[in-house]
């Protein structure tokens, strides 16, 4: 049966990133937190899921060959970050731009890898944002996510669509943000996910809208 990982991608392999795979019955499979790209690649390669969600940028804006400061490449849009970054601030919804001031840029290069790397295996995958699927979902998480309510908000709102999120007593916020990665890549999967932004430039793929949601 078809399985969906989601990476909650740290900027370094010296903080682990959390890996969750979610089976198509809405039952979570696996819960691990992995350190190198080799670990990651090794999960994906073991499980074989059908689709990979990456909480991280897979792309830099249009005209960026990097993101140093001291190169001449200029994003040819004029704004900042990517058109997906700036479609989300017009939903109201925050995020960090992906620009050459971006405090990220080790995730950044790290995600792009990673996604060269399982392009070659031949996985697919597509680029998530878990705060942008909790407001779809939920609305505006009322705590911080690394506060014990705002722990027991993401747990509660969890169990409402996968089925066994009480029985993982393991989960904390990381491994909460990788479930709501796996989660939108089975919402894409059912055609119940959009993209934002540009196909060229990168997409950030979030829960459609529809009279159960928030926005």
């Known amino acids: 049966m078809p399985s969906f990982a989601g990476i909650d991608l740290t900027s370094s392999p010296n903080k682990p990133s959390a890996y969750a795979l979610l089976g198509v019955d809405l039952r979570i499979l696996s819960l691990q937190f992995l350190n190198t790209d080799s670990d990651i690649i090794a999960a994906v390669e073991c499980d074989q899921p059908a689709l990979v969600a990456i909480d991280a940028p897979l792309s830099l804006p249009r005209g960026l060959c990097c993101l140093k400061e001291d190169c001449l490449c200029q994003a040819v849009s004029g704004g900042k970050g990517r058109l997906c970054e700036r479609d989300l601030a017009r939903l109201g919804i925050s995020s960090?731009?992906?620009?050459?001031?971006?405090?990220?840029?080790?995730?950044?290069?790290?995600?792009?890898?990673?996604?060269?790397?399982?392009?070659?295996?031949?996985?697919?995958?597509?680029?998530?944002?878990?705060?942008?699927?909790?407001?779809?979902?939920?609305?505006?998480?009322?705590?911080?996510?690394?506060?014990?309510?705002?722990?027991?908000?993401?747990?509660?709102?969890?169990?409402?669509?996968?089925?066994?999120?009480?029985?993982?007593?393991?989960?904390?916020?990381?491994?909460?943000?990788?479930?709501?990665?796996?989660?939108?890549?089975?919402?894409?999967?059912?055609?119940?996910?959009?993209?934002?932004?540009?196909?060229?430039?990168?997409?950030?793929?979030?829960?459609?809208?529809?009279?159960?949601?928030?926005?």
Not at 96 to 116: C, G, N, P, Q
Not at 162 to 186: P, Q, S
């Open 96 to 215: 960090y731009f992906t620009t050459k001031r971006s405090i990220i840029k080790d995730m950044v290069y790290r995600a792009i890898e990673l996604k060269m790397e399982l392009t070659a295996r031949g996985h697919e995958f597509i680029e998530v944002y878990p705060y942008a699927s909790k407001v779809r979902l939920w609305g505006k998480p009322p705590f911080n996510k690394t506060t014990r309510k705002g722990l027991e908000f993401l747990k509660e709102r969890l169990s409402e669509v996968i089925l066994n999120v009480r029985e993982c007593e393991k989960l904390d916020h990381d491994l909460c943000d990788a479930v709501i990665g796996t989660y939108t890549a089975y919402l894409h999967n059912h055609g119940k996910a959009e993209p934002i932004g540009d196909h060229d430039e990168g997409l950030i793929y979030v829960p459609c809208p529809h009279p159960g949601f928030p926005v």
